[in-house]
């Protein structure tokens, strides 16, 4: 599976952005799917996930903020981000596993997409 990621820029603190990502394969409908994020010198970390039936977890730093979604005809997830904050300033990566549990770690995830940059100012 090919994710391809895209949809991020710079904005302004308090604006709204949308990723998006697309995989490559129908088998993703199968795959739960994730937005990580690496800010400059600090370790990837989980956003959010979304499983093969909907169902949807977060980070308690975007909760209420961000609302990730899939459209399984497009083999495409999305990461609507609102309210964006200088610290949600990263490169935000997409990721598909065939797991549904333990989506908060990274080392569950098979396949990444190449990152895309979100730069928030103040």
């Known amino acids: 599976v090919q994710l391809q990621a895209s949809g991020g820029g710079l904005v302004q603190a308090g604006a709204s952005l949308r990723l998006s990502c697309a995989a490559s394969?129908?088998?993703?409908?199968?795959?739960?799917m994730a937005w990580f994020r690496q800010a400059p010198g600090k370790e990837r970390e989980f956003v959010a996930a979304?499983?093969?039936?909907?169902?949807?977890s977060y980070a308690d730093s975007v909760k209420g903020r961000f609302t990730i979604s899939r459209d399984n005809a497009k083999n495409t997830v999305s990461l609507q981000m609102n309210s964006l904050k200088p610290e949600d300033t990263a490169v935000y990566y997409c990721?598909?596993?065939?797991?549904?549990?333990?989506?908060?770690?990274?080392?569950?995830?098979?396949?990444w997409g190449q990152g895309t940059l979100v730069t928030v100012s103040s």
């Open positions: 979304i499983r093969w039936s909907s169902s949807t």
């Open positions: 394969e129908r088998t993703f409908r199968s795959y739960a």
């Open positions: 990721a598909a596993s065939p797991q549904s549990n333990g989506l908060e770690y990274s080392r569950g995830y098979n396949y």
